[in-house]
Protein backbone atom coordinates (compact mmCIF):
# COMPACT_ATOMS: atom_id res chain seq x y z
CA UNK A 1 0.00 0.00 0.00
CA UNK A 2 1.57 2.92 -1.42
CA UNK A 3 1.05 6.26 1.79
CA UNK A 4 1.74 9.96 0.74
CA UNK A 5 2.85 11.82 3.89
CA UNK A 6 2.48 16.07 4.13
CA UNK A 7 4.35 18.31 6.27
CA UNK A 8 1.56 21.46 6.62
CA UNK A 9 3.24 24.88 6.08
CA UNK A 10 0.78 28.01 6.08
CA UNK A 11 3.24 29.10 2.71
CA UNK A 12 4.03 25.58 1.50
CA UNK A 13 3.29 21.51 1.99
CA UNK A 14 6.14 19.06 1.63
CA UNK A 15 5.31 15.71 0.37
CA UNK A 16 6.61 12.22 0.76
CA UNK A 17 5.99 8.97 -0.76
CA UNK A 18 6.06 5.36 0.29
CA UNK A 19 7.31 2.40 -2.08
CA UNK A 20 4.45 0.05 -2.79
CA UNK A 21 5.15 -2.51 0.17
CA UNK A 22 5.57 0.66 2.64
CA UNK A 23 8.97 -0.38 2.99
CA UNK A 24 10.88 2.80 1.93
CA UNK A 25 9.52 6.74 2.21
CA UNK A 26 11.20 8.82 -0.42
CA UNK A 27 10.85 13.06 -0.37
CA UNK A 28 8.60 14.02 -3.59
CA UNK A 29 8.16 17.92 -3.90
CA UNK A 30 7.22 21.20 -2.32
CA UNK A 31 4.26 22.97 -3.14
CA UNK A 32 2.42 26.20 -2.43
CA UNK A 33 -0.24 26.12 0.06
CA UNK A 34 -2.38 27.65 -2.43
CA UNK A 35 -6.35 27.36 -4.14
CA UNK A 36 -4.54 24.89 -6.73
CA UNK A 37 -3.38 22.76 -3.66
CA UNK A 38 -6.28 20.25 -3.55
CA UNK A 39 -6.82 19.63 -7.26
CA UNK A 40 -2.61 19.00 -6.90
CA UNK A 41 -2.90 16.35 -4.01
CA UNK A 42 -5.45 14.69 -5.97
CA UNK A 43 -3.72 14.52 -9.19
CA UNK A 44 -0.56 13.25 -7.36
CA UNK A 45 -2.84 10.24 -5.35
CA UNK A 46 -4.34 9.21 -8.51
CA UNK A 47 -0.58 9.00 -10.09
CA UNK A 48 1.00 7.32 -7.60
CA UNK A 49 -1.68 4.79 -6.35
CA UNK A 50 -1.68 6.21 -3.02
CA UNK A 51 -3.94 4.59 -0.77
CA UNK A 52 -3.63 6.39 2.60
CA UNK A 53 -2.16 9.68 3.43
CA UNK A 54 -0.45 10.63 6.98
CA UNK A 55 0.00 14.69 7.90
CA UNK A 56 2.07 15.70 10.47
CA UNK A 57 0.83 17.24 13.22
CA UNK A 58 2.43 18.86 16.58
CA UNK A 59 1.11 16.69 18.78
CA UNK A 60 3.33 18.14 21.57
CA UNK A 61 1.61 21.49 21.52
CA UNK A 62 -1.79 21.20 20.57
CA UNK A 63 -2.69 24.90 21.59
CA UNK A 64 -1.10 26.66 18.74
CA UNK A 65 -2.79 27.94 15.94
CA UNK A 66 -1.06 25.87 13.84
CA UNK A 67 -2.27 22.60 15.10
CA UNK A 68 -6.26 24.43 14.77
CA UNK A 69 -5.36 24.95 11.13
CA UNK A 70 -3.74 21.46 10.58
CA UNK A 71 -6.96 20.05 11.80
CA UNK A 72 -9.09 21.93 9.53
CA UNK A 73 -6.81 20.79 6.65
CA UNK A 74 -7.17 17.03 7.58
CA UNK A 75 -11.34 17.46 7.52
CA UNK A 76 -11.12 19.12 4.09
CA UNK A 77 -8.60 16.13 2.99
CA UNK A 78 -10.91 13.77 4.45
CA UNK A 79 -14.25 15.25 2.55
CA UNK A 80 -12.09 16.59 -0.68
CA UNK A 81 -10.36 13.16 -0.96
CA UNK A 82 -12.15 9.07 -0.66
CA UNK A 83 -8.90 7.87 1.03
CA UNK A 84 -8.21 7.54 5.06
CA UNK A 85 -6.24 10.25 6.60
CA UNK A 86 -4.41 9.63 9.56
CA UNK A 87 -2.08 12.19 12.03
CA UNK A 88 1.36 11.45 12.90
CA UNK A 89 3.23 13.60 15.44
CA UNK A 90 5.80 16.11 13.38
CA UNK A 91 7.49 15.87 17.08
CA UNK A 92 11.68 16.86 15.87
CA UNK A 93 11.08 16.26 12.02
CA UNK A 94 11.86 20.04 10.71
CA UNK A 95 15.86 20.42 9.81
CA UNK A 96 18.11 23.42 10.88
CA UNK A 97 19.74 26.30 8.91
CA UNK A 98 19.16 25.62 4.85
CA UNK A 99 17.31 22.09 5.83
CA UNK A 100 14.56 24.07 7.85
CA UNK A 101 12.81 24.98 4.19
CA UNK A 102 12.96 21.76 3.25
CA UNK A 103 9.43 20.67 3.56
CA UNK A 104 10.08 17.24 1.45
CA UNK A 105 12.14 16.02 3.65
CA UNK A 106 10.13 16.79 6.65
CA UNK A 107 7.47 14.74 4.99
CA UNK A 108 9.46 12.20 4.34
CA UNK A 109 10.37 12.25 8.68
CA UNK A 110 7.14 11.97 9.04
CA UNK A 111 6.27 8.82 7.33
CA UNK A 112 9.25 6.89 8.18
CA UNK A 113 8.09 7.58 11.93
CA UNK A 114 4.81 6.18 10.69
CA UNK A 115 5.75 3.42 8.98
CA UNK A 116 8.14 2.12 11.04
CA UNK A 117 7.42 3.87 14.50
CA UNK A 118 10.52 5.44 14.81
CA UNK A 119 11.21 8.65 15.65
Request: hydrophobic share 40%.
Amino acid sequence: MKHLAIDYGTKRIGLAVSNARGTMALPFGIFENNSALMMNLARIIKEEGIAKIVVGTPDYNKKTPLYKEIQRFIAELKSSLSLPVVSSDELLTSGRGKQKSRHDLAACLILESYLFGAC
